[in-house]
């Protein structure tokens, strides 16, 4: 198990960098919509961000998770934004999650403690905006194969994440505090699968928008 877990981190992070590779490419490719390129920018921080933070933990290993109590909030954010781009609706559950993240740090789990609630919050908030957005593309006769639409596969990405992830996050805090060899073992190997996942759908969801802008 420890090798496999090995093997999951660095072609997670392998995964990572070419992802960051492929913003970077997308954003000097000079294409004009504004949907994708706010994704490859986003999505090429919150990569760094994570890269520097795994970093980090390898030579100094401390509990951080006020920071994580304020990414994962901004990257559900983000999730949400791409999936359903320049929609009036979106405000409303963004809104809702901001409060939901501000009132559970300030009165119910605290900044010392990873936030659970709000992840599981934003996880199933990200779930029901990414099927609903599917739901709009379901309605629309392009001609084409929904698996070379990148709304497509980014919110299949997303729907592939939270819906694997959002339940162990509801549990983290329980499971570390009561079954952490478990957690160790069978949590982040099957996180790290699902990053995987997540990231290779935001490389062709990129590839397929920018093959598109350049017919």
């Known amino acids: 198990m420890m090798t496999l877990r090995i093997l999951l981190q660095v072609i997670t992070h ?10 970077i490419v997308y954003l000097l ?13 986003g999505w090429a921080v919150v990569l760094l961000f994570d890269l520097s933070m795994v970093l980090i933990g390898y030579f100094h290993p401390v509990k951080n998770h006020w920071v994580y109590n304020i990414a994962f909030p901004l990257i559900q954010l983000l999730s949400m934004t791409v999936t359903v781009f320049g ?4 405000r409303y559950p963004a809104l809702a999650l901001i409060g939901f993240v501000i009132w559970n740090l300030a009165a119910v789990q605290g900044a010392t403690t990873l936030n659970t609630y709000s992840i599981a919050m934003g996880g199933i908030m ?12 379901a309605k629309i006769d392009t001609g084409e194969s929904l698996f070379t639409d990148p709304d497509f596969l980014f919110c299949a990405g997303c729907i592939v994440y939270w819906g694997i992830m959002t339940p162990f ?11 952490s060899n478990f957690l160790s073992s069978y949590f982040f190997t099957i996180s790290l699968g699902a990053t995987i996942a ?3 759908l935001v490389i062709k ?11």
């Open 169 to 179: 996050y509801a549990m983290y805090n329980f499971l570390w505090e009561n079954f």
């Open 87 to 90: 929609q009036y609706w979106l």
């Open 29 to 41: 490719s000079g294409t004009h919509d504004r949907q994708y390129r706010f994704l490859a920018a």
């Open 126 to 137: 990200i779930l029901v905006v990414a099927c609903i957005r599917l739901s709009q593309l």
């Open 205 to 215: 969801a990129l590839r397929c928008k920018l093959r598109t802008a350049r017919k």
């Open 14 to 23: 392998l995964v990572q960098l070419t992802t960051i590779a492929t913003c």
């Open 198 to 200: 997540l990231n290779y």
